[in-house]
């Protein structure tokens, strides 16, 4: 049973250019939540999704950071006209939904912008 | 959810029980205490969790007090590739939010 699947494993932008973030939460699972890590910090919740809705953005920046979880698919963060400050690992995780509320998270994806 | 409490700090003698302390005095009767770990800069990975029974699993044991204001993770037989940042977190039955990550213990397992 594979685990969730984050690609790519590591991303190079330069400044302005556009970050697209994979996420692929483990067989079963219909819930998807996005964090990101800033270096040397702790994980920082961004958003959570069910396919085709997002339940709880309070953690995303106001721009150029949106996300989506399609029908059919991974969930996709995706990063506009990036900027230096936006270098960081993003990690995704997946949870069953309902009463079975364990997360269980992806390897990360480092985003390095130039 | 409510706030937890972790030494920033620990070593422990590889072989030896490792035991890791969070406090988390003002724990709701509904809310669960949850660990993960974090090795070196790869995914946080789940450990365990419980409600007021002491649980264990094939990674670690979770032991909380009766009234339910602190827990301890022990891992039993620490091994080199146990060193990591583990988190206590605490968090609503149920819930399908977000977890709040602390800083966590830092937990270093010497040889």
């Known amino acids: 049973n594979a685990g969730v699947m984050q690609n790519p494993r590591h991303l190079v932008r330069r400044r302005g250019q556009e970050a697209r973030l994979r996420c692929s939460p483990m067989k079963g699972h219909s819930h998807v939540y996005w964090y990101r890590q800033l270096p040397e910090e702790g994980l920082k919740f961004m958003v959570y999704l069910q396919k085709e809705n997002i339940i709880d953005e309070s953690g995303m920046p106001k721009e150029r950071f949106s996300a989506e979880f399609p029908k059919e698919g991974p969930s996709i963060l995706r990063i506009q006209q990036v900027v230096r400050g936006d270098s960081a690992a993003y990690f995704c995780?997946?949870?069953?939904?309902?009463?079975?509320?364990?997360?269980?998270f992806g390897p990360g994806t480092r985003l390095t912008v130039l | 959810d409510a706030k937890t409490t972790q030494p920033p700090s620990m070593d422990c003698a590889e072989g030896r029980a490792a035991n890791l302390p969070c406090n988390h005095s003002?724990?709701?009767?509904?809310?669960?205490v949850y660990w993960y770990r974090q090795i070196h800069s790869q995914g946080p990975q789940y450990i365990i969790h419980g409600l007021k029974n002491n649980e264990t699993n094939e990674m670690a044991s979770l032991i909380i007090t009766e009234d339910r204001k602190s827990s301890t993770l022990i891992l039993p037989h620490a091994t080199l590739r146990d060193t990591a940042v583990y988190y206590c977190i605490v968090r609503a039955g149920g819930s399908q939010g977000n977890l709040i990550f602390g800083k966590g213990t830092k937990l270093s397992v010497k040889p």
């Open positions: 995780a997946s949870s069953p939904g309902l009463a079975a509320d364990t997360q269980y």
């Open positions: 003002t724990i709701s009767g509904n809310e669960y």
